[in-house]
């Protein structure tokens, strides 16, 4: 892995910087014109798409992907949900079971849930891949070409340039599908063919496409903010038509994504995001960092355009310099309105400097404008050719191919060091892990190439992972489950992991008391830590590990030494440490005395929680005490997870307290022997107690969150209720 990651960086710029110059002079120097017929145009842009996308495919499912951002978020949830998911609400792999409609890949329409239900991971990667670098292209050179009237040339050198214009052009695509690639395309249609006969019907397929594959929390705020920006700025043609296909595209997203955007409404309220979000950064730092830091290749090529035509005294200048400022002010000046005072405080949770990704289709308006052949200095003297390319062209061009070398060599260091896809495939223990046992259990992960939501492509349930909404009850807990001291503890508003100070190259092996709690694990349901690194310490088995003579590269071998242990992890199996913890609590058991739990969550308390537990108790808030009445003669017989929760079956003669180790949400209905019940009650922090009359047999757990067409079906119910009361004869 490597391990100094801004060295990395720094040789990966410079990198770009010498490509990209070189490229210039050569392209100054040697290539008097650039202007492809159309049949060269689409096979020049059709192998620059291959060659974008090469190591996502050429090495087949040990291809490249970047582990710390797909690898580790969507492409594991994605292939969850493809190979796991049982259907229904509550999808028990991930986090320690979460509401399903969280997970991106569960809206009506999905085009990446449809590509990896039926590809292999590495081809349905090779055809996402494809596709969002094929429509990039497409709608950059479409309208570069005739929304800005640019020359051939430059608009194939634009749509090369857009290709690769910023990380969500082509590292981080899979959750957000083709949303940021179809950012020109909307400028196109909306803007520029709002005029034409068939307009309706471009725009309607657009606003499929765009539901099907775009990430409405992210993306579509750039492809709505894109157009808006284009159509103000360039003349703002057919308003009825541009406003009606926008909301069009608006509306089909929404059908889409209604249900998973209000599971993130209801559940984001009580979440670690919007609590703990933290405060936004400064005005100067958002635009420098949120908005002109999303695109720094683009932005040279920006301010290039912007002098030619200030130099020139272009009546475009005005209308280029206003469309840039629009969008990259846009963002930063939304997060920082007291949406409170509104009464719109959970906006005040929203990060708008995604608006900033419209200026992908700005850029190429602007720059288009700069390029076009009839401003002054564009066009070659009548009777001769030109010497040269234009120096915008060649800009484009050099920058182009500067950025591509940057991708290559960082994608090639990211892949040789953190092992790309093969961390989906190399494991052999996890792929069969009959070591798990037939009862339910979780696992954690030490993420060394081996991030905790992959293990959820092989079948396991991880307790910690990576989900935009986490609920702050389980934040609190894992942040308070260890010693303040202990470095190696990740919580974020995002993120329940083991990381942060662990150097995970220096050493042949690790104490596991140094980075977890077994007993407080063991209070979770996890019952097996895995790693790639050698762990150690009592209260813990091995159960599986690597041949003897195998040990990851370490930071004190030879260069030889590590490309060989580096290339061994990427192209053949490795073995996965498999450690077992001592007696972790069952997914479901009985209690045999209840006590109060106190109210703050702090290591004290966890410590308490977790020995108390593990000695058969319940310790539940102060008020449920009264309902709830432990019993020893009671017991769990069996424990199945169905696609909504759980189904038990218990045998308690006297009654009792049925303990779920699932965490409290007020979501979860429980039926006993086909009877309604109470709902069941938080206990021992992420537990819940439900109360077992005498006689039990047969308990139903079922997560039942409000949908949004339930909840508007209500409303609507209510509302014509209401209107009988008001008019009896109508009844």
């Known amino acids: 892995m490597l391990s100094q990651i801004g060295g990395g960086i720094f040789l990966c710029g410079l990198i770009e910087i010498t490509v990209a110059a070189a490229a210039f002079l050569l392209l100054w120097r040697w290539c008097p014109r650039f202007a492809p017929d159309r049949r060269r145009a689409a096979l020049l842009l059709f192998l620059w798409c291959l060659l974008a996308t090469l190591e996502y495919w050429v090495f087949g499912p040990r291809s490249f992907v970047m582990v710390n951002d797909e690898g580790e978020f969507s492409l594991p949830l994605f292939l969850y949900l493809a190979r796991w998911y049982q259907g229904g609400s509550f999808a028990h792999g991930v986090m320690g079971g979460v509401d399903a409609n969280l997970l991106y890949g569960t809206q009506f329409l999905c085009l990446e849930r449809l590509l990896f239900d039926h590809l292999p991971a590495w081809g349905a990667m090779a055809v996402h891949k494809g596709l969002v670098v094929a429509t990039a292209a497409s709608g950059a050179y479409l309208l570069a070409r005739r929304g800005a009237g640019a020359g051939r040339g430059a608009a194939v050198a634009l749509a090369m340039m857009i290709v690769l214009a910023h990380r969500y052009a082509l590292t981080v695509t899979v959750h957000h599908g083709l949303g940021y690639a179809l950012i020109p395309w909307g400028a196109y249609i909306l803007v520029f063919r709002s005029g034409r006969r068939w307009f309706w019907g471009a725009a309607a397929l657009l606003a499929l496409v765009h539901a099907a594959s775009s990430s409405a929390t992210h993306s579509a705020m750039g492809f709505a903010l894109g157009a808006v920006a284009v159509w103000l700025f360039a003349g703002r043609p057919h308003p009825v038509r541009f406003w009606g296909g ?6 089909l997203s929404l059908l889409s994504w209604h249900e998973t955007l209000f599971a993130m409404i209801v559940e984001g309220a009580d979440s670690a995001r919007a609590l703990h979000g933290g405060v936004p950064g400064a005005l100067w730092s958002l635009l420098f960092s949120g908005s002109w830091g999303r695109m720094m290749e683009l932005v040279p090529l920006i301010l ?10 272009s009546p475009l200048l005005g209308r280029a310099g206003g469309m840039v400022l629009f969008t990259v002010l846009a963002g930063p000046l939304l997060i920082h309105l007291p949406w409170a005072r509104f009464g719109l405080a959970p906006l005040a949770a929203v990060d708008f400097t995604y608006l900033t990704l419209g200026l992908t289709a700005v850029a190429v308006m602007v720059i288009g404008w700069a390029s076009r052949p009839a401003v002054p200095g564009n066009a070659a003297p009548a009777g001769a050719a030109r010497a040269r390319l234009p120096l915008l062209t060649t800009a484009i061009l050099a920058m182009a191919v500067g950025t591509m070398g940057w991708h290559k060599a960082w994608h090639g260091l990211q892949w040789f060091g953190m092992g790309g896809q093969s961390v989906l495939v190399a494991y052999d223990d996890l792929t069969r892990h009959d070591w798990t046992g037939a009862a339910p259990v979780r696992v954690v992960s030490l993420p060394y190439r081996l991030e905790p939501n992959t293990v959820a492509t092989y079948g396991l349930e991880s307790f910690d992972g990576l989900l935009n909404i986490v609920p702050e009850l389980r934040s609190r807990f894992w942040a308070a489950a260890f010693p303040a001291p202990n ?21 042949d092996s690790y104490p596991l008391a140094r980075i977890a709690a077994p007993e407080v694990l063991r209070l979770a349901n996890v019952g097996f830590v895995l790693s790639l690194l050698p ?3 009592a209260g813990v088995t091995q159960v599986v590990g690597p041949a003897a003579d195998w040990r990851p590269p370490r930071r004190g071998d030879s260069l030889r030494e590590r490309l060989t242990g580096y290339g061994r992890m990427l192209l053949g199996p490795v073995g996965v440490h498999v450690y077992r913890l001592d007696e972790p609590l069952p997914r479901a058991h009985v209690a045999r005395r209840v006590e109060a739990v106190p109210a703050e969550i702090d290591p004290g308390t966890v410590e308490t929680v977790a020995r108390a537990a593990l000695d058969g108790a319940a310790l539940v808030a102060p008020d449920a005490l009264p309902g709830l009445r432990g019993d020893e003669s009671a017991r769990v017989e069996s424990v199945a997870e169905t696609p909504d929760g759980y189904r038990v079956a218990v ?12 965490l409290w949400r007020p979501f979860w209905r429980v039926e006993i022997d086909g009877v309604l019940q109470p709902p069941p009650v938080a206990a021992n922090l992420i537990e819940m107690a439900v109360a077992l009359p005498p006689g039990a047999r047969r308990v139903e757990l079922r997560y039942s969150p409000p949908r949004l067409r339930s909840w508007l079906g209500a409303a609507l119910h209510r509302l014509w209720a209401g209107r009988g009361d008001d008019h009896p004869a109508a009844g």
């Open 304 to 313: 290039l355009a912007l002098g030619l035509l200030a130099v020139r005294r």
């Open 535 to 537: 762990l150690e310490g």
């Open 487 to 507: 470095p190696n503890l990740t919580v974020g508003y995002n993120y329940i992991s083991f990381q942060g100070g662990l150097d995970f190259l220096c050493c």
């Open 246 to 251: 926008l909301a069009l595209v608006g509306a």
């Open 651 to 662: 045998s308690a003669p006297a009654g009792g307290v049925l303990l779920v180790n699932q």
